[in-house]
């Protein structure tokens, strides 16, 4: 059980630092660049920005590589044995789109928000707390399906289901009261 939480979340760190990341740098130019749709609503709002999706990136990455350089002194944590993101620029690829995918995920259930008239920060209980780890894993499947399906059992999905929202909402409250976020969630 601990286990498997242990090697779920190490396979999610690069997919779950950009969203607290993007929250702490972000800000400044959004990315639809003020434009808003036939419905009179912003495209994706103010809460989509550009230094938000890169500085997120790049330090989802940087957390990866972390894990990488440990990977390469240890095998394991606690007693529990890690799995790798893979070899060279595999490795790097998966680390990309887990970090970049977990934003891609936000960025693209922020436009359907505005589509459904949800302003921007509004809570949609769910979407947001699942939207990031849907945007990484479809990302990821599709850029390194053999390593994602070797992966992301379905044990590990599973957990992941469960645990990610628990996380999340620690990560926001916590986020919130240092004021880096608007909201709660
Ligand atoms: N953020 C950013 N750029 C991104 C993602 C997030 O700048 N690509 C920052 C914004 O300051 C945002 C904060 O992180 O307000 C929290 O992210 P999130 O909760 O996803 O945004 P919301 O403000 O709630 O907007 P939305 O309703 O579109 O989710
Ligand atoms: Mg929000």
């Known amino acids: 059980m601990i286990e498997i939480i242990i090697t779920a979340v190490w396979l999610m760190l690069p997919a ?3 969203n607290s990341m993007a929250a702490v740098f972000g800000g400044g130019r959004p990315i639809d660049g003020g434009r808003t749709m036939s419905d009179g609503r912003r495209m994706l709002g103010d809460g989509k920005t550009w230094r938000g999706l890169i500085a997120g990136t ?3 990455m940087l957390l990866g590589l972390l894990q990488m350089y440990y990977l390469s002194r240890s095998s394991s944590i606690f007693g529990v044995e890690l799995p790798s993101f893979g070899e060279g620029m595999g ?3 998966v680390i990309f789109t887990l970090s970049f995918g977990s934003l891609l995920g936000d960025m693209s259930m922020s436009y359907f928000k505005r589509r459904m008239g949800y302003k921007r920060g509004a809570a949609l209980p769910g979407v947001d707390q699942l939207d990031f ?3 990484a894993w479809l990302l990821t499947l599709i850029a390194s399906p053999a390593w994602f399906l070797g992966n992301f059992t379905s044990g590990i999905v599973l957990t992941l289901l469960i645990i990610t929202p628990l996380l999340h909402f620690v990560t926001n409250v916590v986020g919130y009261f240092i004021g880096v976020k608007n909201e709660p969630w």
């Open 133 to 135: 780890v849907m945007g």
């Open 58 to 60: 790049i330090c989802g």
């Open 91 to 93: 490795a790097l690829l």
């Open 16 to 18: 779950y630092l950009p």
